[in-house]
């Protein structure tokens, strides 16, 4: 029998994003209200950043609610928020405990002012982490971060700060949310839909697609190491060939 590969941890991506998708279906299953799932999606978010930690990840990107999330049955986003408050209030002495340093991405002036401050309150109580930094995008899409960025590029041509040949990827990455984060190696998407939703666009370029068909309150640590095997498999050619990465 072949054996299975285990996880390499040498070679442990810098930066994993995930879109944590299926906490309603998880309810329906369970017969449960919609929010009922979210809940259970905590549990796994926590999971998961334990897991990431105890492999040494640097990065930990969760896409916890989209700009178009916002159209969603206003009782839903209602619970959506107040799980968000919760959880980052209860959470902050855990994140310090394991030396994680939570920021994040996305119209965050978008949300409820509690929701607002508790974020800026933990993301102060843990700034001084050096283990993993967890990233969460919250009100967030890509295609807003592109255009927030285009925006103030356009600004420092306007104010001869930047002339534009001076436009260039290394300017864009800089003008983004994410300026400070490295793009992520590989992008996780759970509950078997195989689309992007808005996620990253700019940053995943070049990321490796890991789709599993397990619903968000499902997936742990556990799936999180399969995922990065996978990856471990892979061979990322950046458009060259075989041949030339054996050189
Ligand atoms: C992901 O689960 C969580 C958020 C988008 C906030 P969903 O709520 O999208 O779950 P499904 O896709 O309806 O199962
Ligand atoms: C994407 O999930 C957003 C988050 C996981 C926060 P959705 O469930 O909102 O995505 P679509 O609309 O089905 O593509
Ligand atoms: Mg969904």
Redesign the pocket.
Known sequence: MEEKPVINLEKIPEHVAI???GNGRWAKEHGKARIFGHKHGVLSLRNVVEGAGEIGLKFLTL????T??WNRPKVEVAALMQLLVNTISKEVSELNKNNVRLLTIGDIKSLPNNCERELEKAIEKTKNNTGLTLVLALSYSSKWEIIEAVKSIAKKVENNEVSINDIDEKLMDENLQTALIPDPELLIRTSG?H?I?NYLLWQIAYSELYFTNKLWPDFSKEDLVEAIVDYQQRERRFGLTSEQLKK
């Open positions: 879109i944590m998708d896409y916890a609610f989209s178009e999330n839909e689309r939703s």
